[in-house]
């Protein structure tokens, strides 16, 4: 598989805001512990890509003024990094940790940061991978996203960011990104909103599966937690309406996809080694009722993700960012291939 999931087996982007419906996108095209459901949360907005594009990005970047905290499982973007080394030189405290075992991607970068008083350090081997995706600016906004920063596979890659101001999320966000860039241990802080890998990602995304009353609609990667499978089932079962939009380039999740097909989940896949890609990990459970909620982040449904690599996602209630990743779902589900 090419270097868009990762390499240890198992383991397998004008925005589009959080007021902007998705609807008018052509399908495909490139376009357990249960937490209590919470009050909305205010201060958020949603980039999908890669209709996206990455302005937004870049911009926030630029616009920094005392502080960037980036935590990246990847980066191989030339402007990103021009930018941030810019940042650095005008008096912004920008520091990067990036994932150390993917040394051959993320070198260059890591070099060139380096050379431009950048302070960066490779992640810290307590956990297999550091597969984070976040960018903190000044302590007051956090960008919580499921994209890494490599501009290759912008234009294909279904992906998602949440800009979250929320000040218990960014703290909580900042306190492990210290101990982190220090090769410190820390349990992290749930803040508001925050799911965590290794300590409580696989429990909390089961709180979300299982809480599900009438629906579910899961974009995945990779689909190799047989908790996670099992849950899908469970929930198939007992008469919640399931819909997966999933990547299956090799064959990977044939037996996953047997089994919950069995179960009753509706599965739409795609598997383009070069085409339209499904890299955006989000569980979107009840759209449309007052129980509602959404989990997006870089936890992919595998083992390792939930319980070794240092993840971070959030489980939020935001209509608005509901809706627009609603619509993206059923564009994307239309434009699959279903299994079997």
Known sequence: MFQRGLIRPGLAAAAVLTTISALGLT?????????????????????????????????????????IDMTMYELSDTTAEGDLAAAEARGVDVKVILDGREQATNEAAY????????????????YYYTHEKSIVFDDSTADVMTLNLTSEYYST???????????GDVAAIVKVFTADYAHDAITPAAGDDLVWSPTTAQADLLGVINGAQHSLQVFSEEMGDASVVDALCGAARNGVDVQVVGENEDGDYDSAYD?????????????????????????????????????IGSQNFSKTSLTENRELGLIINDQSIESSVNATFDSDFAGGTSWG
Do not use: M
């Open 27 to 67: 399908p495909g095209s490139g376009h357990a512990a249960t937490r209590p459901a919470q009050a909305p949360t205010s201060g958020l907005t949603v980039y999908t890509e890669p209709d996206a594009g990455f302005s937004w990005l870049y911009n926030q970047i630029n616009d920094a003024t005392t502080s």
């Open 111 to 126: 070099n060139y940061l380096s050379e431009h008083g950048v302070g960066v350090a490779w992640s810290w081997d307590q």
């Open 157 to 167: 890659s279904r992906d998602f960011a949440v800009v979250d101001s929320d000040a």
């Open 259 to 295: 089994r919950l097909a069995g179960c009753g989940v509706k599965i739409s896949y795609y598997s383009s080694s070069t085409g339209f890609y499904i890299h955006g990990k989000a569980i979107l459970a009840d759209y449309g009722q007052s129980s509602a909620r959404i989990f």
